[in-house]
């Protein structure tokens, strides 16, 4: 069984552009959060979605969004990027509504921001 | 708001030595605790986890850790380590209710050297 897919594995943008990253979580997974990972603030939590809802958003700016699509896949989109969005961005699937207590996370995906 | 605490940034060790990475946690309601491990430009890799029942847990490359609940501590141990378990390991906790549900909270990280 395929693990939690992440693309791109890199990206490299520039300051004020905006990104997509795409999460697709193992099949029959319902369920998908994201985190952001960086040397300062370590793992902080984005989004949750369940059956293509947000159930949870963590506290980032507007500038951060995530939808979900009927097949479970997921999207995260970053506008008008900061020096300080340079981070891991990782994907973590469920199979049902229990990101709680279990959770299955990609490789990430490297955004650089120059 | 759950706060999770690992008390080592960095833990160097030798080789078939045992270990002890630590991982204190505050919560008003129950909780339910993990430990992940993560190697250089990886994802996260389900360690155990804590859910219900025994609080001695076992999980996989021969770790184990002790849920205390009136230490509110969820330690990490290995008898004996290996080279290949040098990797960073982050300790997790997240709520069995309400509205912050599926949401994990990980503390800072301990990066685990193991020197031959």
């Known amino acids: 069984k395929a693990g939690v897919t992440q693309t791109p594995r890199y990206l490299i943008k520039t300051r004020g552009q905006q990104v997509t990253l795409s999460c697709s979580p193992i099949?029959?997974?319902?369920?998908v959060s994201w985190y952001q990972q960086t040397p300062g603030q370590g793992l902080q939590f984005l989004f949750e979605?369940?059956?293509?809802?947000?159930?949870n958003k963590g506290n980032f700016p507007g500038r951060f969004s995530g939808r979900q699509f009927s097949n479970s896949r997921s999207e995260m989109n970053v506008s008008t990027l900061e020096l300080g969005d340079s981070a891991l961005y990782l994907c973590?699937?469920?199979?049902?509504?229990?990101?709680?207590?279990?959770?299955?996370f990609g490789q990430g995906t490297r955004l650089t921001v120059v | 708001a759950q706060s999770v605490t690992q008390l080592d940034s960095q833990v160097p060790v030798f080789e078939e030595a045992p270990v002890e990475l630590r991982c204190n946690y505050s919560s008003s309601v129950s909780v339910y605790l993990f430990w992940y491990v993560q190697y250089p430009n990886q994802g996260l890799q389900l360690l155990l986890k804590?859910?219900?029942?025994?609080?001695l847990v076992k999980g996989i490359n021969g770790f184990e850790a002790e849920f205390n609940k009136s230490q509110t501590s969820f330690h990490l141990r290995k008898p004996s380590v290996h080279i290949s378990d040098t990797a960073e390991y982050f300790c997790a906790v997240s709520e069995d209710r309400g509205s912050t549900l599926g949401r994990l909270y990980f503390g800072r990280g301990t990066q685990l050297t193991v020197w031959p």
């Open positions: 973590a699937s469920s199979p049902r509504g229990e990101l709680n207590t279990e959770a299955f």
């Open positions: 979605y369940f059956s293509e809802t947000q159930r």
């Open positions: 099949s029959g997974h319902r369920s």
């Open positions: 804590y859910l219900s029942g025994s609080t």
